[in-house]
């Protein structure tokens, strides 16, 4: 996987970290066995912060849980 991880128990600082020194403006939530639970982008921490989510909350709580996703078997075309 080329995009930045982080795991489902990270709080929402660890993924600001995460997609920092990735120089991204998005990270994969992966669960226990490595599975994509979901996705966090910068947008979804800034919207978070607004609402009232603290940095030391759960990343879990605020990652988009449906993200469009595509296997490597899927063609382009």
């Known amino acids: 996987m080329s ?3 982080v795991p489902a128990h ?4 660890d993924a ?3 997609i920092e020194v990735a120089r991204k403006t ?3 939530v992966l669960g226990d066995r ?3 639970l979901g996705t966090v982008s910068d947008g979804d921490i800034r ?3 607004l609402s009232g989510v603290g940095l030391d909350g759960p990343v ?3 990652m988009n849980a449906e993200p469009a996703l595509a296997r490597d078997s ?3 075309t």
Request: avoid cysteine; aromatic fraction near 0%.
């Open 3 to 5: 995009e930045p991880t």
């Open 10 to 13: 990270a709080t929402v600082r």
């Open 16 to 18: 600001v970290r995460v």
């Open 26 to 28: 998005i990270a994969v």
């Open 34 to 36: 490595g599975e994509v």
């Open 47 to 49: 919207r978070a912060i």
């Open 60 to 62: 879990a709580e605020i």
């Open 74 to 76: 899927m063609s382009v």
